[in-house]
């Protein structure tokens, strides 16, 4: 039953601020849940005396900012759809401001919160049928009973903390944590049994760590994508020809994933993720002669080399080992010929070539040697240097 309470205060000056306060009695519609808290009433303390036997009279001046008017939207028979309070904001436009409550033709609370010029504060409470978005027909929402209360928190009109689902009887369906309108924590939603059907975590919008769904044949929580910064981890295994003797297996980083659209508590939508740009190699890479005998094995890390990269000859004798970092050769490499003798040595600093360095034939005899400073690169060097990258095979094969 609606109850209206009407107190009006005078300040001191020629200016006077109405102010009306609500109280609803809640239907059992919308009767406080055990894991998630509806308000019973709208959080507004009646000023002075109800006036309960002072006859109404409306306000039909303009109002100033900062005063509160309630407003009703009604349905075609006259019931009450919508009862919500405004006020004028600093252009004069006329914005949501205080209580906002939704009905059912039949009187059933749908939704209610709370506004502040124009923007969604506090905790918001709605209830939807089957049919009133399209979420509701997948699964795992589809296995639920209807109605669905949605409950989460607005700072300054963004969604921010718990977005929780439940169904008609009290059992948690979904749960996402939000930060200032992105998702922050754990995503996850539920079987009708409590199991989990659905596990993901992200980081300020976008997807980090492992995603975990339901397998119906093992009956378990699997791995079925891992993301490292907003980016699905992939293996690529290439072949020769016929795809029967494999020739490269490459980790990737694949394209960034993006939000296209954000998580939608009024219609109960959730957010939507496409990915974007290029893909990144990053972990590790080998590849193989056609023999079936490795050619390379080397990490990379977001599309560089990193770490310690070996090469092979086609008989299996290793050809040359040494480390990248940040995609340049740093420290000491040493090369060797198909028959085992060492070929040559050297180091590296940043990428360029310094200290002395020899060279030797494959009876073993020392056939060059030279000192360099630091100023040669490891790719530009014409005659003296050895060129790494004519042994680094594309990876991406």
Do not use: C
């Not at 059933?108 to 027909?137: C, I, P």
């Not at 607005?154 to 939000?178: H, P």
């Not at 659209?261 to 974007?276: I, P, S, T």
């Amino acid at each position: 039953m609606l109850r209206l309470f009407i107190s009006r205060w005078l300040p001191a000056g020629p200016a006077a601020v109405t102010i009306v306060a609500f109280g609803f009695g809640l239907t059992a519609f919308a009767k406080e849940r055990s894991q998630i808290h509806a308000p019973n009433n709208f959080p507004y303390a009646l000023l002075g005396d109800t006036g309960a036997n002072e006859s109404f009279q409306p306000n039909t001046d303009p109002g100033v900012m900062g005063e509160v008017e309630l407003v009703r939207e009604r349905y075609n028979d006259g019931a009450t759809h919508v009862e919500r309070q405004t006020t004028l904001d600093r252009d004069g436009n006329y914005v949501n401001h205080g209580s906002y409550k939704m009905f059912s033709p039949k009187g059933e609370v749908l939704a209610e919160g709370q506004y502040h010029f124009g923007r969604r504060v506090g905790l918001w409470t709605r209830w939807q049928a089957k049919n009133d978005s399209s979420l509701f027909s997948e699964a795992p929402f589809k296995e639920f009973k209807s109605p669905f209360m949605s409950q989460v928190n607005f700072t300054d009109g963004v969604m921010d903390g718990e977005w929780i689902i439940m169904d008609a009887n009290d059992r948690k369906v979904s749960q996402i944590s939000l930060k200032d309108g992105k998702r922050h924590g754990l995503a996850i939603a539920w079987l009708p049994n409590g199991t989990t059907f659905r596990q993901a975590t992200y980081e300020h919008g976008m997807p980090v760590g492992e995603l975990l769904e339901f397998d119906k044949k093992t009956a378990k929580l699997e791995r079925t994508a891992t993301y490292a910064d907003g980016r699905k981890i992939v293996s690529k295994t290439g072949y020769y020809d016929g795809k029967k003797d494999k020739k490269s297996e490459v980790m990737y980083l694949g394209a960034e994933t993006t939000q296209q659209a954000a998580d939608e508590f009024w219609n109960a939508r959730l957010a939507k993720f496409a990915a974007e740009g290029k893909t990144l190699r990053h972990g590790l890479a080998k590849t193989w002669f056609r023999n079936g005998r490795m050619e390379s094995e080397g990490t990379y890390q977001y599309g560089q080399k990193s770490g310690t990269f070996t090469f092979w000859h086609e008989n299996g004798q290793v050809a040359a080992t040494g480390e990248y970092r940040e995609d340049r050769p740093e420290g000491q490499w040493v090369w060797w010929h198909e028959n085992g003798q060492r070929s040559a040595y050297g180091r590296y600093q940043d990428g360029e070539l310094t200290g002395d360095w020899r060279w030797w034939n494959e009876a073993g005899k020392l056939t060059k040697q030279h000192t360099y400073d630091g100023s040669e690169s490891a790719f530009h060097e014409p005659e003296e240097a050895i060129d790494i990258s004519s042994r680094t095979p594309d990876l991406a094969r």
